[in-house]
Structures are given as C-alpha cells and as structure tokens.
Nanobody, 126 residues
C-alpha cells in the first residue's frame, strides 16, 4: 500500500513562507495524482491544491491562489507545497493525498483520493 509522510509544518509569522513536503512509498508514484488538503477543528477537510501525474498541470483553491504553489519530483517520490504570504487563516492541519488514476487529471474532492498522510500542523501567527 502507498504510504504518505508529511513534513515541514510548524509555526510561522504572518507574511512569511514555508514549504511542506510529502514523501510517498512505491515506485509507481507517477501514476498518482497528488493533492493537498487542510482542516481546521470543527470544519470539514478542504481542498488546497492538486497536481497531475506528470506535474504539467496544477490547480489551487481560490483562497490560496497566487500564494501557494504545488510541485512534485517523481524521481524523489515527493510532492511539495510552497506557501508564501501566509495569513492567520491559513492555520490548519495540512494533509497530503494520493489518487491512483490512469488519466493525467486533477482531483479536487476528498472522495477521489485513495491514500492520505498523517497530517502536519501549520500555525500562522499575527
């Protein structure tokens, strides 16, 4: 089974930057659409960003568009989330997700992903 391990979470000042990493097991990483979600206590897990299998296509939620960048390195079996101009409302637990697909598409719904990481806390102070 695919295992996902996030890292890079922590405390950052508003306006600052941080990068999250998600390391995946297996040698068929390129067959997986990858995504990032985040969750605040009391609310549902929400979509943040997704990247196609090849890395040629990406999409970010409106709330983070222009500030966050998702990327992947298939040779390293790793997906990244570069976060800039962070706001206090970005505070959440961030989850890495993988969805096995034959087509090189973007996935936006939680139910479309097959595997999830344990999550990493990102806290943005005012």
């Amino acid at each position: 089974q695919v295992q996902l391990v996030e890292s890079g979470g922590g405390l950052v000042q508003a306006g600052g930057s941080s990068r999250l990493s998600c390391a995946a097991s297996g040698r068929i990483f390129s067959s997986y659409v990858m995504g990032w979600f985040r969750q605040v206590p009391g609310k549902e897990r929400e979509f943040v960003a997704a990247i196609s299998r090849s890395g040629d296509s990406t999409h970010c939620a409106d709330s983070v568009k222009g500030r966050f960048t998702i990327s992947r390195d298939n040779a390293k079996n790793t997906v990244y989330l570069q976060m800039s101009s962070l706001k206090p409302e970005d505070t959440a637990v961030y989850y890495c997700a993988a969805g096995f697909r034959r087509r090189d598409v973007l996935l936006h719904q939680r139910s479309e992903y097959d595997y999830w990481g344990q999550g990493t806390q990102v806290t943005v102070s005012s």
